[in-house]
């Protein structure tokens, strides 16, 4: 075989080489181009708080809902309704109820304990999470609510309670209310993805420094836990809950219509309403380090603290 043919024939495997990884670019982007294992694009961030212009370049890299190391699921964790009227694009739906359990507590039966290990597992495994998945969660619908917000966060403390990485999950900031505004949300309702066997075994550990039990919160409330400041972030200082207004606090045996017995905080609580964290101005993101950082030294809550926040 001479020169010419030997380096005809190379030149054809290598344009066929790269004509396959132009065109499956958008699914095999860990081997294509410029993202691979050692350059992703997901730790372009390394905060907690992922902004929708972030975001957007992930959506339009082709990394949400891929497959391979640098994937990425978006968790809209909300109502049916609500997640069919609108939605960031590629987003899968999350039933609410799916992150809390219904469980036995004291006297009656109380739907917002955290859910268990099962559970879990059966959560991140319908959405082919494992322990290279980044993660990120968001909820809402066309207009601001105060559950949505909740719902979100909850959802993101419940993974981190259940081992998963800070570094791979995000939580948006801003929820679908600041992606709604900057893009507008989409009603196509994307594959659902290929389910995974991981399980909250594998995780490092079990985040139980993140959750105070009621004999906890009881110790708390005696004095008997050094250097802790409990919050509650129900309402304003000198409104509702917190000051004993009588039927803020609605009941678990008929909701909607009875309420808890006593109203009031616990002992040495301070007041810090949970909306006073987010700028309805700027679509409901949170506001900056340095104003959320004086929001709580204010009410005694510094690195030398340990807050318990109810």
């Known amino acids: 075989m001479d020169f010419l043919t030997r380096n005809r024939r190379r030149f054809s495997w290598q344009l066929v080489a790269l004509s396959l990884c132009l065109l499956l670019a958008p699914l095999i982007m860990n081997s294509c181009g410029t993202s691979n294992y050692n350059t992703p694009v997901t730790p372009k961030t390394t905060a907690t708080l992922l902004s929708p212009e972030t975001l957007k370049t992930w959506t339009d890299s082709g990394i949400v809902n891929s497959t391979g190391f640098d ?3 978006i968790l809209d964790v909300t109502s049916m309704a609500t997640y069919t009227a609108g939605h960031v694009p590629g987003a899968q739906f999350v039933n609410s109820n799916d992150i809390y ?52 966060t909850r ?25 709604k505004a900057a ?105 900056s380090a340095d104003v959320l950082t004086a929001m709580f030294t204010a009410i005694g809550v510094d690195s030398t603290k340990y807050a318990h926040v109810y």
């Not at 036995?104 to 494992?130: C, F, R, S, V, W």
């Not at 419940?158 to 209310?177: A, V």
């Open 101 to 152: 359990q219904i469980r036995q507590e004291g006297p009656a039966t109380d739907i917002n304990m955290n859910i268990d290990g099962a559970h879990m597992d059966a959560l991140i495994q319908k959405y082919g999470i494992d322990k290279d998945t980044t993660v990120v969660i968001t909820s809402g619908g066309a207009s601001p609510s105060a559950g949505s917000v909740l719902t979100a």
């Open 183 to 287: 893009y507008g949300l989409a009603t196509e309702i994307p594959p659902a993805p290929t389910p995974s066997t991981y399980s909250v075994k594998n995780n490092a550990r079990l985040r139980t420094d993140l959750r105070a039990s009621l004999s906890d919160m009881i110790n708390v409330a005696e004095g008997k836990v050094a250097n802790a400041v409990p919050v509650d972030m129900r309402s304003a200082p000198t409104d509702g809950s917190y000051v004993g207004k009588r039927g803020v606090t609605t009941g678990v045996f008929n909701p909607g219509s009875d309420f808890v017995a006593f109203e009031g905080r616990l002992k040495g609580a301070k007041a810090l309403l949970w909306t006073d964290m987010l700028d309805p101005a700027n679509n409901y993101r949170f506001k």
């Open 155 to 179: 959802t993101y403390w419940t993974f981190r309670y259940w081992g998963f990485s800070k570094q791979k999950l995000k939580l948006l900031d801003g929820i679908n209310f600041a992606w």
């Open 71 to 73: 994937r990425v699921v």
